[in-house]
């Protein structure tokens, strides 16, 4: 008798790619440790809380809100815990863990889960959550502590209790490159700049790693080259403009690159696959339109750093862009 | 996986595409063998596109190797011949490769018979161009590529058109095929001298051979052999890139331009066809053999000796699979064609037909499923899409049942390659719903032009 065999049925194509999503996200989460190190590195044990806090509110938000069944599968794909991380390297390190906890509530819960879930989100989540805190805690929020070599030191108000904002039980707090820059024309040292030694949220400081992670990043073809060219191409003929006109009040393209959240935002915000538009055209309208944000809000708005805000109204032009960068079809 | 050996000259390709691994190193240094004649045959009536051939013998008649047993049922038909020295033992219905249940003739071998075929050429001097679309309609002869679309209504050229350039399609971009790659080593003179009787009726101007570079020894066979013809034969080499081997992409490839959405190859003045097609063409006006056999690959991780096959039409897949050493324990998955585009089996009970380019055997390492991930509009679908359509947007309108609004996004232009599954991370199944849309919106089309008609 002819024994009797499992045969699989179904419709072609019967090869797939070897990548999957999971394998994205995980690449784009192993470049992420380094710079949660050297964020630890610079920033000490307040650093590594305000990291766990964040990635743990993610994936707990990301659990609660999706139902029983695809609980976990949502959990696999990575998606939260990129979340997480981005939130906290856009967090000042003196930041309330507690308050942390609540952004990532926000970014998870409004920023991803009601939209749909994974894929169906207009706003970059983490960047979601951070401008739910900026609006909610203003002060918390601009209060840099800065990298002082203590490693084991909690800063600022990391340990402040649910709704208070905490007694800052270190008195130093500093000023980020930007804001010296913004409000009292003073420099950064370009070193400091590129390794880091400055203040500023947790992964934002070193220009060298970030610019790194965003090459590796694009030899592996997760990133799409035009974004960073794009974007930063953009700010440095706008700010290089300015600057020509009068170095004295602009800062100069060189620091505009490499201070704030501007590569941290290009690498991991600007190019998150969902919220960024999918034609080639309508990605270089995306970057241009970061890219010149970024000049007008650093240069002329209230806030020393406009790279959240640049990349979050993008991302809300991201569907008109889509719908009027259609490619055209083969033949038509 | 790629070959080792591959074309160092000049490639030419289209845009966009995939890069599948291609396992043709499993038998693309097999020659071509024959099969042996087995006790039985089966020969459904509707192997090609159009109407089904009509019978023209009947249970108990005693036939000969090459008489034809079925003649075609209109002008998108053709003829269909017996592939031994038999006797009709049953006219009836069978299932076919397809997994319909079609009418068809079952053939009991005279295992007496030598299965000897006299040769006998049609003098092509005293054809003029109907009675040569005639007589290849009536050899039996259909697109050997896959569709078994019939050849000679691609030959009529119709009134106000001219075919300018005849183009043959060696490209076998599907992974682990390698038949049209054996017949072009091994046969590269019938190919040339099929150009040749074709370009006799269709007068045009250059015959271009596209193939793609994963086959140096075919290109440079057929490129030393097409020097020495009078009439201009130029072999193009193309990147090995999925799908290379689809009509329009070989036009773009070789020519430029595009195939205008809705109109066919020959309003741009092309005649694409199969290099196995061409070959029947030789092998029925110099040797009056028609079409009853063809060269088949047997392969896949799962098949215990890989190789390319001589099979007469009819020939139940089991016995052939049974030459080939059998199916291995770890066999998972039945395929009849390539991975991409290849159609599935449940058994190995059905007949090769006139359109079985391959039978392909995979391991379950290869039958994997794939977990779906939500779509993470990364975009991978539309770098893919030799179509330059948008598959995730089009996915994302499919599982909500939203085909109408799939017709703004070209649904229709898409002709099922696959690319867009194959590349998607997330494992989505694109292309599946694509085949599910069509379906629906073209049943809906013609609703409502019976509805208008009525």
């Known amino acids: ?332 | 996986m790629s070959s080792n050996n591959t074309y160092s000259g000049k490639t030419y390709t289209f845009n966009h595409g995939v890069h599948p691994d291609e396992f043709k190193e499993l038998s693309s240094q097999c020659s071509i063998q024959r099969m042996p004649f087995v006790e039985e045959y089966t020969l459904p009536l509707g192997q090609h596109i159009g109407a089904p051939s009509k019978t023209l013998v009947k249970k108990g008649d005693s036939i000969k190797r090459g008489q034809l047993i079925a003649e075609p049922g209109g002008f998108v038909s053709v003829g269909l011949h017996s592939p031994v020295d038999g006797i009709v033992s049953e006219i009836g219905i069978f299932s076919n490769p397809n997994g319909q249940v079609l009418p068809g003739i079952k053939i009991k071998t005279d295992p007496y018979s030598p299965q000897k075929f006299n040769e006998q050429p049609i003098d092509i001097d005293k054809l003029d161009t109907k009675a040569f679309i005639a007589e290849v309609q009536k050899a039996g002869i259909v697109g050997l590529g896959g569709a078994a679309f019939p050849s000679h209504v691609k030959f009529a050229i119709p009134e106000g058109k001219e075919c300018k350039y005849i183009m043959l399609n060696g490209c076998e971009c599907e992974p682990f095929l390698t038949a049209d790659h054996r017949v072009m080593v091994e046969h590269p003179e019938e190919i040339i001298d099929g150009i040749l009787i074709l370009n006799k009726f269709l007068g045009a101007e250059k015959a271009y051979i596209g193939i793609e570079a994963n086959k140096p020894d075919a290109i440079e066979k057929l490129h030393e052999l097409a020097k020495t013809s009078d009439f201009p034969i130029e072999v193009i080499a193309l990147e090995v890139k999925y799908p290379q081997g689809a009509e329009k992409m070989l036009i773009s490839a070789i020519l430029g331009g595009e195939v205008p959405s809705g109109k066919l190859p020959i309003d741009l003045g092309v005649l694409v066809a199969n290099v196995g097609t061409i070959m029947a063409i030789s092998e029925y006006f110099r040797k009056g053999k028609p079409l009853m056999e063809r060269v088949v690959t047997i392969t896949g991780t799962a098949i215990k000796n890989p190789a390319n096959m001589l099979v007469p039409i009819g020939t139940p897949m089991s016995t052939v699979i049974e030459y080939c050493g059998g199916i291995t324990d770890d066999a998972a998955r039945y395929l009849l064609g390539g991975p991409m585009m290849g159609s599935v089996q449940k058994s190995l009970d059905t007949p090769v037909v006139k359109g079985t380019s391959g039978i392909l055997i995979l391991g379950n390492n290869e039958v994997k499923d794939f977990e779906e991930y939500s779509c993470v509009r990364c975009g991978r679908c539309v770098d893919a899409c030799p179509m330059f359509l948008n598959p995730s947007m089009m996915g994302l309108l499919a599982k909500k049942g939203l085909w109408e609004e799939m017709l703004e996004y070209n649904v229709m232009d898409c002709f099922e390659c696959a690319s867009c599954s194959f590349a998607c991370p997330s494992g989505i199944p694109l292309v599946q719903s694509f085949r599910v849309a069509k379906g629906f919106l073209r049943e809906k089309q013609a609703k409502e032009k019976a509805v208008k008609d009525s």
Not at chain 1, 67 to 92: C, E, F, M, N, Y
Not at chain 1, 148 to 176: H, K, M, V, W
Not at chain 1, 243 to 263: A, K, T
Request: charged share 10%; net charge positive; glycine share 12%.
């Open chain 1, 1 to 332: 008798m002819e024994q009797i065999r499992k045969i699989s049925v179904s419709t072609s194509p019967y090869l797939k790619d070897a990548i999957t999503t999971p394998k994205i996200m995980m690449t784009v989460v192993y470049t992420l440790v380094p710079i949660v190190l050297i964020s630890i590195f610079y920033f000490g044990l307040a650093a590594l809380l305000i990291t766990l806090t964040a990635v743990f509110s993610c994936m707990f938000t990301e659990w609660l809100f999706n139902k029983p069944s695809d609980r976990l599968q949502s959990l696999k794909d990575g998606s939260g815990l990129i979340t997480g991380l981005l939130l906290a390297l856009t967090l000042p390190p003196g930041f309330p863990l507690w308050m942390v906890f609540v952004g990532g509530v926000v970014a998870i819960g409004m920023g991803k889960a009601m939209w749909g879930g994974l894929g169906q989100n207009v706003f970059n989540p983490a960047l979601l959550g951070r401008a739910f805190l900026q609006a909610a805690f203003p002060t918390a929020i601009t209060t840099w502590s800065p990298p002082d070599g203590r490693y084991f030191g909690i800063r600022g108000t990391n340990a402040a209790l649910p709704f208070f904002q905490g007694e800052s039980i270190d008195a130093t707090t500093g000023a980020t490159p930007l804001s010296k820059m913004k409000f009292d024309h003073i420099g950064t040292d370009l070193w400091d700049l590129l390794v880091g030694a400055t203040g500023g949220s947790l992964g934002e400081t070193c220009a060298l790693l970030l610019i790194f992670m965003g090459g590796f990043l694009l030899f592996k073809k997760i990133i799409d080259w035009r974004l960073p060219v794009s974007i930063l191409g953009t700010v440095v003929i706008l700010s290089g403009v300015f600057y020509l006109i009068n170095p004295e009040v602009y800062p100069s393209p060189v620091f505009m690159i490499l201070s704030g959240g501007l590569l941290l935002g290009t690498v991991y915000m600007a190019t998150d696959l969902v919220t960024s538009p999918m034609a080639p055209k309508g990605t270089w309208i995306y970057g241009v339109g970061i890219g010149i944000l970024v000049v007008l809000i650093r240069n002329w708005g209230g806030l020393p750093e406009g790279v959240m805000y640049a990349i979050l109204l993008m991302n809300a032009g991201t569907p008109l862009i889509n719908r009027f960068t259609k490619i055209r079809t083969y033949g038509h």
